[in-house]
């Protein structure tokens, strides 16, 4: 038996900061990179005496990486140890697998099941950690080949490439709040998806969940109580490894997709943080008899709007450090900060009304809606007005604008809270060339997401002007990603996805 599932990254698009304390929101946009953890057994049969072991075996491969460690799981207690790896281990994996496996031991109720679940875990369990080649910056290898900064390159980079390490942290030159990660990334949330991906595929593997029956979530189903169960493992699962209870906007991303996400009160989590880690069963059976309260709201960009992400080439930033450093203003200043927060907040409310309002006209006057977006593709923001002549495509069009107002008053807010904070929000590098997308043909919006710095930039692009926005990118030296919103959250998939991606790779070449 081999489970694969799979979950997306994510950009915020609105709500930086802001979604760390209640009631705040944040809208999240889910993207088409995934990360993906296949569970098969270590072993087909059990010996006779194997029902008599405290202990099964437990094997993580990432071959991104070129890691592999090995762990004994303690039957009784749900804990790992550590027996042999040839680098570090992960944090993150061990956690999520910890968690889900005290989760499937405190669910399941009746003897027959309690005897299963233990024989499928005495088979041992071998996992293995794949992750899209977007989460991860490929720039150096791309300019060591003195190749261009294009989409087309990184087309034609392997599936799961292996992965680039920072120098400066393979050599040992950067410490402190300045270090870098370890591993060069592009800020799409690769911890949140990891996590959530491989206990997803977890859950499923030892029964607990049902992620065949996964559709939207509503209240009360099978298929909602399942995600909600995921969620709240995976939740807990990332903030112990992390060392802190975040937002969890990335992990709530990765479990229900796009959406307005407000927080959960931190407090659900406490006996987890004081716990850290010993007697599982207690912990898990404490977080899943919680009321979890945050709010996702459905939310996704409406039509003939695209989703262009660019990595500016910085190796990625320190988002703890600048959150500390954010959070040190708001106690210092508590009058201005908060000011300032309560700007945020109305404009970044504004922009989801807006972008639901332009939902809306498209469901309602989908010929009138399709007209304005094309023509608009075509145009800079100035002249779309010229566009509209009838009442419903003045609508739109207003709209639009409306939309875009708000997101520049959004990013005038985030900067004066960089520059008070003192911290790189919104670099001035940053600024120039957001500025410079912002007033090309068809962009609604450009920005800096989640906790902004040199991670990434992102562009909501109307109609086919994305290509533009792209060469633009390119020739400034910014890397055009191809990842785009995906409104999906996590997937029950169908085999090893690096098969599935040889098979296209032939198939194409066969067409072609």
Same mark, same amino acid.
């Given at each position: ?17 802001? %979604? ?16 993906? *953890? ?12 194997? &029902?008599?072991? *405290? &202990? ?13 460690? @090995? ?15 040839? #680098? ?150 990332? !903030? +112990? ?25 931190? #407090? ?10 010993? !007697? ?6 404490? +977080? ?37 450093? %954010? ?19 109305? *404009? ?31 145009? @800079?923001?100035?002249?779309?007005? #010229? ?37 790189? +929000? ?38 086919? *002007? ?6 633009? &990118? ?10 785009? #919103? ?12 690096? @098969? ?10 066969? +067409?072609?």
């Amino acid at each position: 038996m081999e489970v694969v599932a799979s979950a997306p990254g994510k950009v915020l698009v609105a709500g930086g900061y802001l %979604v760390l304390e209640r009631p705040n929101a944040g809208l999240v946009l889910s993207t088409s990179a995934r990360f993906y *953890a296949i569970v098969r057994p270590l072993r087909d049969e059990l010996s006779h005496d194997s &029902w008599a072991w *405290a &202990w099964t075996d437990v094997k993580v491969t990432s071959p991104q990486l070129s890691r592999e460690a @090995t762990y004994k799981l303690s039957l009784k207690k749900s804990t790992l140890q550590l027996t042999s790896s040839r #680098e570090s281990a992960n944090p993150f994996v061990e956690q999520a697998v910890q968690f889900s496996v005290a989760a499937a031991k405190v669910t399941v109720t009746d003897k027959e099941g309690k005897e299963a679940l233990d024989k499928l875990l005495l088979q041992g369990l071998h996992i293995t950690i794949l992750g899209c080649n977007d989460f991860y910056s490929y720039r150096k290898q791309i300019e060591a080949r003195g190749l261009p900064l294009t989409p087309e390159v990184l087309l034609s980079l392997p599936p799961f490439c292996s992965i680039t390490f920072n120098s400066e942290v393979a050599n040992g030159t950067m410490t402190g709040e300045n270090c870098k990660p370890e591993v060069a990334k592009t800020g799409l949330g690769s911890s949140a998806a990891m996590t959530t991906s491989v206990v997803a595929a977890l859950l499923h593997y030892l029964g607990t969940v049902n992620l065949s029956c996964l559709g939207q979530s509503s209240g009360g189903n099978a298929a909602g109580r399942d995600l909600d169960l995921l969620h709240a493992i995976a939740q807990s699962a990332h !903030c +112990i490894a992390q060392g802190k209870i975040g937002s969890g906007f990335d992990v709530s991303a990765a479990v229900y997709g796009s959406q307005r996400y407000t927080r959960f009160s931190p #407090e659900i989590l406490s006996s987890a943080q004081v716990t850290g880690g010993h !007697c599982m069963a207690d912990v898990v059976a404490d +977080i899943v008899t919680q009321s979890w309260d945050h709010e996702k709201v459905k939310f996704s960009l409406p039509p003939l709007m695209s989703l262009l992400l660019g990595e500016p080439g910085t190796g990625g930033s320190s988002t703890p450090s600048m959150v500390g450093s %954010v959070k040190q203003w708001q106690k210092s200043d508590p009058q201005k900060s908060k000011e300032t927060w309560s700007k945020l907040g109305i *404009a970044n409310s504004v922009l989801e009304n807006q972008l639901r309002n332009l939902n809306k006209l498209a469901e309602d006057h989908w010929e009138a809606y399709e007209s304005v977006l094309r023509s608009c593709s075509r145009l @800079t923001c100035s002249k779309w007005t #010229e566009v509209a002549t009838n009442q419903h495509q003045e609508l739109i069009v207003r709209s639009l604008l409306a939309a875009r107002d708000a997101f520049l008053e959004i990013r005038l807010h985030m900067r004066e809270m960089g520059i008070a904070a003192g911290v790189p +929000i919104e670099p001035e590098s940053q600024t120039q060339l957001l500025d410079a997308t912002m007033n090309m043909e068809g962009v609604l919006l450009a920005g800096v997401p989640g906790a902004g710095g040199f991670d990434a930039v992102f562009s909501v692009i109307l109609g086919e *002007a994305s290509d533009a926005v792209a060469k633009a &990118w390119s020739s400034a030296g910014v890397l055009p990603l191809l990842v785009r #919103e995906d409104p999906r959250g996590v997937s029950l998939e169908a085999g090893d996805p690096r @098969t599935r991606e040889v098979s296209t790779a032939v198939s194409s070449i066969q +067409i072609n």
